[in-house]
């Protein structure tokens, strides 16, 4: 490739990476800052009352006497989730549906006392969340926030082939030149920021993707999903994991998120199951249903220590489910994942599902998530602060070169110049085409920045700058 086809190849990344940032920056700000409000609240303070504190006392009361405690609280709710608690210095956490919405209560295990109630996901963790993922505007915020992601990726790699090492630079490239004055300076720390960061920040893109509506849902999600043939004949009912459980937000392992839930038969039995494990055989054959003292119990027994999430069944064909995930925080390993579905009749395990079953995306999922959210511990906090505070330089660093090279003469976009003649164009339009396919709202931009460039800048007359 000669030097000028070079020059001309790099005027056309430069320009692309551009375009892509004119979108993107807004919306990286706002990720990075509500991600990282997000990381140190429930950090700090937790986010549905789990880091309440109690005085233990010798033992704490029986599940039901805490459950009777919450639904004191509610008198025309209906008790749905239990929380344990993560240490015998904490509250038990109880959610209750009511007619105005889920409400908790935080309930003392050892006096079965009402520490405290409130609407559920009404706190600034779930206000940050909220912005950080719809923007507030539902379906339509997560199609600009999902188009954000995915020119993200662009934006990536435009940025790598910018940053590239030439005319001898090498390694020293991944240091900034601290010699170097204005725009030249901080045209070296936005590269060596922008390098250093830019794996952590596509896995982060990546995930964060795989959240979202068209890419995520309609995509790599059915694909991944844990299938529900694996059920070994049990009932299967017609809704998902992400419906029936934690009032139907979604907060589930990915993996299982589209994955319908197993349904309990008052009339069948399943399996070879002789007994069942959470009511005993004399229970069972006295026809009586499992108790949520034998839930728990149960739960206990098989290895759910410490904090895991009960959910009661719902309707005639639910079922008990027992989780334990850390995108939840109920721990913080990733690969310790479960969830294990209980016949609500005869106590009996319909499904017993871990992080060996999922896919090798959900695995990757549910690793990256936990990286994702921070809640591997302090140093997983440390570190995607340090994440979210250079994705907000680079950005500002990003509007800082763009205001130095401006023209004279206002606010004008100056873009960088098209190059004529590009020789690599169709190389350029496969590119396209495979990012198009790999990321559907990616290609949307592609085709409407074509567009912008092609029919609209020329009628406006907005003039590109001439200087690199």
Not at 132 to 150: K, N, P, Q, W, Y
Not at 414 to 419: D, L
């Amino acid at each position: 490739m000669t030097t000028d086809t070079k020059s001309k190849f790099y005027r056309a990344v430069w320009r692309w990476h551009f375009y892509a940032g004119l979108y993107v920056i807004p919306f990286f700000l706002m990720l990075a800052m509500t991600g990282m409000t997000m990381l140190w609240i429930a950090y700090l303070d937790g986010r549905d009352g789990e880091r309440i504190s109690v005085i233990p006392a010798e033992a704490p009361l029986a599940l039901s006497a805490q459950v009777a405690a919450a639904q004191s609280a509610y008198p025309d709710g209906t008790v749905a989730q239990y929380i344990a608690p993560r240490a015998g210095d904490l509250a038990a956490i109880f959610r209750v549906n009511t007619a105005e919405g889920p409400m908790m209560a935080v309930v003392d295990p050892y006096t079965a006392e009402v520490v405290s109630t409130f609407a559920r996901r009404s706190g600034w963790y779930d206000t940050m969340d909220n912005i950080h993922g719809t923007l507030l505007l539902g379906v339509t915020g997560d199609r600009m926030i999902e188009l954000a992601a995915s020119l993200g990726v662009i934006l990536l790699a435009t940025g790598l082939y910018l940053w590239w090492p030439r005319d001898g630079q090498g390694l020293r490239a991944l240091l900034p030149r601290l010699g170097a004055r204005g725009r030249s300076l901080w045209k070296s720390l936005h590269a060596t920021v922008g390098i250093w960061v830019s794996v952590v920040l596509l896995a982060f893109l990546i995930s964060g993707l795989a959240w979202a509506g068209v890419w995520g849902g309609k995509l790599v999600q059915a694909w991944s999903s844990f299938p529900a043939g694996k059920y070994s004949g049990i009932p299967v009912s017609d809704i998902s994991h992400a419906e029936a459980l934690n009032g139907g937000t979604k907060e589930v392992p990915w993996a299982l998120e589209q994955t319908p839930m197993p349904a309990s038969d008052a009339h069948a039995g399943h399996g070879d199951h002789s007994e069942s494990p959470a009511s005993g055989a004399s229970d069972q054959s006295a026809g009586l249903r499992p108790s949520v003292d034998q839930v728990d119990a149960f739960a206990r027994q098989i290895g759910f220590a410490g904090r895991y999430q009960l959910n009661w069944p719902q309707g005639d064909t639910g079922v008990w489910s027992l989780s334990r995930d850390s995108m939840s925080t109920d721990s913080r390993n990733p690969t310790s994942d479960r969830i294990v579905h209980l016949d609500r009749y005869r106590g009996e395990i319909l499904a017993d599902v871990g992080y060996a079953d999922y896919s090798l995306m959900g695995k990757a999922m549910a690793v990256g998530i936990a990286l994702h959210m921070g809640t591997l511990g302090l140093w997983s906090v440390l570190a995607n602060t340090l994440v979210c505070l250079a994705v907000i330089f680079l950005s500002v660093s990003g509007i800082v070169l763009w205001w130095k090279r401006r023209p004279a003469g206002g606010l004008r976009l100056a873009a960088p110049p098209a190059p004529r003649d590009m020789p690599q164009w169709k190389g350029a339009v496969a590119v396209a085409l495979v990012l198009s396919l790999a990321f559907p709202l990616a290609g949307v931009a592609l085709a409407a920045v074509l567009l912008l460039d092609a029919l609209v800048l020329p009628i406006l007359r907005i003039r590109p700058a001439q200087s690199a």
